[in-house]
């Protein structure tokens, strides 16, 4: 990697996602995370970027590996939201039958 080559915007979102994933994981705080994240945006050069992530451990590409973790979090979400759903419609039937 040529470290004076400009950095891109998906070079940029790479890192922030992989800064994400290690404040996930415990090795960073939110406050840390926040910083890093702030200079991503003003790194001019992938070695600017390569910088904020150098004393983290590489991280496997969850792609890669198979990592539905993404679509595990979309699932409980929607659970969520149907159980809300539901509990709303109970409610609306309870309201309705009680009146």
Excluded: C, I, Q, Y
Aim: no cysteine; charged share 30%.
């Amino acid at each position: 990697m040529d470290v004076e080559l400009r950095a891109s915007d998906d070079d940029r979102n790479r890192v922030v996602a992989e800064l994400h994933r290690h404040t996930a994981a415990g090795r960073l705080t939110l406050d840390e995370f926040s910083d890093r994240a702030g200079a991503v945006w003003t790194a001019r050069t992938l070695g600017d970027l390569a910088a904020l992530t150098r004393d983290l451990p590489v991280l496997p590409d969850p792609a890669k590996d198979g990592d539905d973790s993404v679509g595990h979090g979309r699932r409980e979400l929607l659970m969520l939201f149907a159980a809300a759903a539901l509990t709303l419609l109970l409610l609306g039937v309870f309201l309705a039958v009680t009146r």
